[in-house]
């Protein structure tokens, strides 16, 4: 039970969720119109009682998210019950609204609670994996690296009963050798963390997550400016690991595999250089036009792991390009895919579960852009535009023809708070991801 829901309470107040018509029969209704309450949604009129707070009247909201004005809108360490509205929505909104950051300093106040509502325990599960989703982009990189990204996975594989696993050391270098070639500048060792769940028989979705704890953008260094929120150059990784938490917590009738390849970009002696040629997994060689586009070089390797289990389906998510933010803003994930059923699968589930995504273009035209003089392909175009696109073409090429797969570049991160949305790191895309895949793979949550 996340900490702002409750299973019982017994003097919870009630809290009315109301539309323009109807509400002027409630109790209190008299005392609310006359403060100017017109049940618009997301408005919210506290009611008096005799010995003081007697309930609330709250405008229905259009999202889940609006419910998340409630915990830090209505008094502090009250306790309240729902009547009316949507009760998945509300829990679920409830508990990303309550959602603060608070490993480092105390929040400024205590959210009020919820009785959960009947019915909403995989809302209740959806908010408990988006929220460690959070707080993991949140953590400083300090303290959270490499290792305690996989332990992060370990954690999750271990309250769900799934296999777990880290590839390291020398059989890192053999077996994912782009992923050590970003992360060998950096003295906290790079891994690639493995999560496995299900029957055998079931089908195989494999997820794959951008785990780069830190992007300095390696010897090809990014100004100042753009290292100050890169800490969260592992929301990718996050959000993919929030996936397959909410997955599983619906015993979602499929096979999963999960990979996360937890790096950091660091400068250092041994870090890579501009103009260096590496071999990727699938035997490729790439040469480095810019060490600073390294989330496609992890994501190569774990792509074609992937796609060597026969999966069913591949989806990757990853803070892959400024490009996509720059077309798309911070709210909508960039959705590049090669199977048409799949992207519309998950464009309806991001509509259905209010978290849009917004697809752009594996357009073939742009592919020789990639090409190299002395390698397979260079990590980089030879022209400055259309990044979020090039960046998802090279992803492409470690992707065989005939697997069913999607890419989501997304920014894991709100600029401001929100109803719901509370500043700092965020799950972007994930909800979009589970609806989506259910619709894809043609199962529902329990």
Not at 262 to 282: H, K, M, W, Y
Request: proline share 7%; glycine share 12%; aromatic share 6%.
């Amino acid at each position: 039970m996340l900490p702002s829901l409750l299973n019982e309470a017994a003097h919870a107040l009630p809290l009315h969720v109301v539309t323009p018509e109807g509400w002027e029969a409630l109790p209190g209704a008299a005392f609310a119109r006359a403060a100017g309450f017109t049940a618009k949604p997301g408005e919210l009129a506290l009611l008096p009682g005799e010995s003081g707070l007697a309930g609330a009247l709250f405008g229905a909201p259009r999202t889940a998210e609006g419910y998340g004005a409630l915990p830090h809108g209505l008094p502090e360490g009250t306790i309240w019950r729902l009547i009316g509205g949507d009760g998945a929505a509300a829990a679920l909104g409830w508990a990303l609204g309550a959602y603060r950051y608070t490993r480092f300093k105390p929040g400024k106040r205590a959210p009020a609670r919820l009785v959960a509502p009947a019915g909403s325990e995989a809302a209740q599960a959806v908010a408990g994996a988006i929220c460690r989703a959070r707080d993991l982009i949140n953590t400083p990189a300090n303290h959270l690296g490499p290792a305690e990204l996989a332990a992060a996975v370990g954690e999750v594989a271990a309250q769900h009963g799934a296999r777990f696993r880290v590839i390291e050391g020398e059989e890192l270098r053999q077996g994912f050798p782009a992923v050590q070639a970003v992360g060998q500048g950096s003295p906290r060792a790079p891994r690639v963390a493995v999560l496995e769940w299900g029957a055998a028989d079931a089908p195989l979705v494999a997820l794959c997550g951008k785990g780069v704890c830190f992007d300095t953008g390696g010897l090809d260094l990014k100004p100042s400016s753009a290292m100050l929120r890169m800490k969260k150059d592992m929301g990718g990784a996050a959000v993919m690991l929030a996936l397959a938490e909410a997955l599983m917590a619906q015993k979602a009738p499929i096979r999963l595999l999960l990979l996360i390849g937890a790096v950091e970009n660091s400068v250092g002696g041994d870090a890579f250089r501009p103009l260096d040629v590496i071999r990727t997994r699938q035997g490729l060689t790439v040469e480095i036009g810019n060490t600073d586009a390294e989330g496609r070089l992890v994501l190569a390797d774990l792509l074609t792991f992937a796609a060597e289990q026969a999966p069913r389906v591949i989806l990757d998510g990853a803070t892959l390009t400024g490009a996509a933010r720059v077309a798309l803003g911070p709210d909508l994930p960039a959705l590049f895919s090669n199977d048409d059923a799949l992207a519309d699968a998950l464009l309806a589930g991001g509509q259905a579960a209010g978290d849009p995504l917004w697809r752009l273009p594996l357009h073939d035209g742009y592919a020789n852009w990639l090409d190299s003089p002395i390698a397979d392909l260079n990590n980089v175009a030879t022209k400055p535009m259309g990044g979020a696109i090039i960046a998802a073409l090279f992803l492409r090429r470690f992707v065989p023809e005939g697997t069913a797969w999607a890419h989501l570049d997304l920014y894991a991160w709100n600029d401001a708070t929100r109803p719901g949305r509370p500043e700092g790191g965020e799950a972007t895309g994930m909800r979009a991801a589970l609806a989506g895949l259910e619709r894809f793979l043609e199962f529902s949550s329990s």
